[in-house]
């Protein structure tokens, strides 16, 4: 089954830097999620991109962070100044279309950044 | 913004039990699904539910919509050691197809 690929697995980083997670969704897929899941918490919607742009965010998507398409098969997320409390287990998901409800979305393994 | 609570939080079992874990809400939906996570994995989609009443199975795994399309159950029969992980289920804002909001999630530990 295709998979939805990330780098790095673990970052960690002092607080105050930047910091730029990598995904490469499936190839044929048009919508893009990044996810996280703060450590003994519930996975958490952060922001949804569809043709080179935000579809969706959530309150916790805030200046803070952005995403990027930055070629073909890349998409990634920055957070611009890290905190402590962004320590968390990102995930990238992507989907076939984002137009269906049942859709599946296809996880990758995840980027587990630790804010020092 | 819909609250999924899935119950039991966590579940600690001995291999061959039986269990069922809850996902739970006031809001209608017009689609539900089981995701598995384990351990340092992203989620994998198990099924999606679509009709109310609906009972889908996968082996061992009996996954029911309410009548109502605001709840759900999965029911292990039988439950083995690579049963462990970490259940969750969610579900799309009706008429919005972008954002998957995920619950609360029931943790499985099966053992020997």
């Known amino acids: 089954e295709p998979e939805v690929t990330q780098t790095p697995s673990h970052q960690v980083t002092q607080m105050g830097q930047e910091v730029i997670l990598r995904c490469v969704p499936i190839?044929?897929?048009?919508?893009f999620y990044w996810y996280r899941q703060i450590l003994g918490q519930k996975v958490e919607f952060l922001v949804s991109f569809y043709n080179n742009e935000i579809s969706e965010k959530s309150e916790i998507f805030d200046d803070q962070f952005s995403v990027e398409r930055p070629d073909g098969s890349n998409f990634t997320l920055k957070i611009r100044s890290t905190k402590l409390e962004d320590s968390a287990m990102y995930f990238c998901a992507s989907s076939e279309t984002g137009m269906v409800a049942n859709e599946k979305l296809f996880f990758g393994s995840g980027t587990q950044l630790s804010v020092l | 913004t819909q609250l999924l609570e899935q119950s039991p939080q966590f579940l600690s079992i001995q291999e061959g039990e039986n269990l069922t874990v809850y996902c739970n809400s006031s809001s209608v939906f017009s689609s539900l699904q089981w995701y598995r996570q384990e351990p340092g994995e992203g989620p994998v989609l198990l099924v999606t539910v679509v009709t109310g009443g609906e009972v889908k199975k996968l082996k061992r795994l009996t996954f029911q919509f309410g009548d109502a399309r605001k709840d759900s159950s999965l029911h292990i029969t039988a439950a083995q050691t690579g049963d462990t992980g970490l259940y969750l289920c969610?579900?799309?804002?009706?008429?919005?197809?972008?954002?998957?909001?995920f619950g609360t999630g029931t943790r499985l530990q099966v053992t020997l």
């Open positions: 969610a579900v799309r804002n009706t008429g919005t197809a972008s954002k998957l909001t």
């Open positions: 190839s044929n897929h048009l919508y």
